[in-house]
């Protein structure tokens, strides 16, 4: 059974950082992809960060890159959200996902439909 299991979100001032992890258990496959998507109510849920368990092959959206950091730890099964320079904007319940890499993955990064598994959510807020 796969688990993901986020932490790390909570209240911060723009312009600050957060920092989420989200641990991966059961995923059997080495080769696999890591996303980052973000819901903010009343919108829909959108792919933030993508990430390849194996050659680190990525994607960030365009209103993060710059800002926001993917990596992995292969050894720890765990993935990691380095979020800098956080606007109010950037507010969402924000999502760890996993999928097994597909043919022509990454002409599709930010398709929901491609990741089986998905973590609780943790909430990410930023106000002064």
């Known amino acids: 059974q796969v688990q993901l299991v986020e932490s790390g979100g909570g209240l911060v001032q723009p312009g600050g950082s957060l920092r989420l992890s989200c641990v991966v258990a059961?995923?059997?496959?080495?080769?696999?992809?890591m996303g980052w998507f973000r819901q903010a109510p009343g919108k829909e849920r959108e792919a933030v960060s993508v990430?390849?368990?194996?050659?680190?092959?990525?994607y960030d959206a365009d209103s993060v890159r710059g800002r926001f950091t993917n990596s992995r730890d292969n050894a720890k099964n765990t993935v990691y959200l380095q979020m800098n320079s956080l606007k109010v904007e950037d507010p969402a319940v924000y999502y760890c996902?996993?999928?097994?890499?597909?043919?022509?993955?990454?002409?599709?990064?930010?398709?929901?439909?491609?990741?089986?598994?998905w973590g609780q959510g943790t909430q990410v807020t930023v106000s002064s």
């Open positions: 059961g995923f059997t496959s080495d080769h696999y992809v």
């Open positions: 996902a996993a999928g097994p890499i597909q043919p022509g993955f990454w002409s599709r990064p930010t398709n929901i439909a491609e990741y089986d598994y």
């Open positions: 990430i390849s368990s194996s050659d680190g092959t990525s």
